[in-house]
């Protein structure tokens, strides 16, 4: 079995800081890409960031040049700058996982982490 637990969020001021981590446990698998997703109250789940070891980041147009996805190989990590209130969500840890043995790649989420972006 694979998990994936994130650690680190919380409650923040506009234009503060917090760092978030996610880290992919079990045995016997191998993981492609990792990244973040969001979600808000009464809003669809939307994507954040992605990464794959040694590739170029990608992220979505509202957290470009403000949060910075860093990778190893079996954990993601999410520094965000500069919060803003419109950040609040929880944020989910995503990976593309393959189990040894099995022939398929599947998309693995984590439980979330609140971080909440209020004065």
């Known amino acids: 079995q694979v998990q994936l637990v994130e650690s680190g969020g919380g409650l923040v001021q506009p234009g503060g800081s917090l760092s978030l981590s996610c880290v992919a446990s079990?045995?016997?698998?191998?993981?492609?890409?990792m990244g973040w997703y969001r979600q808000a109250p009464g809003k669809q789940r939307e994507f954040v960031a992605r990464?794959?070891?040694?590739?170029t980041p990608t992220y979505a147009d509202s957290v470009k040049d403000r949060f910075t996805i860093s990778r190893d190989k079996n954990s993601v990590y999410l520094r965000m700058n500069n919060l803003k209130p419109e950040d609040t969500a929880v944020y989910h840890c995503?990976?593309?996982?393959?189990?040894?043995?099995?022939?398929?790649?599947?998309?693995?989420w984590g439980q979330g982490t609140q971080v909440t972006v209020s004065s």
């Open positions: 995503n990976a593309n996982i393959r189990r040894r043995g099995e022939a398929t790649w599947n998309e693995y």
């Open positions: 079990g045995s016997a698998f191998f993981i492609n890409g």
């Open positions: 990464m794959v070891i040694g590739g």
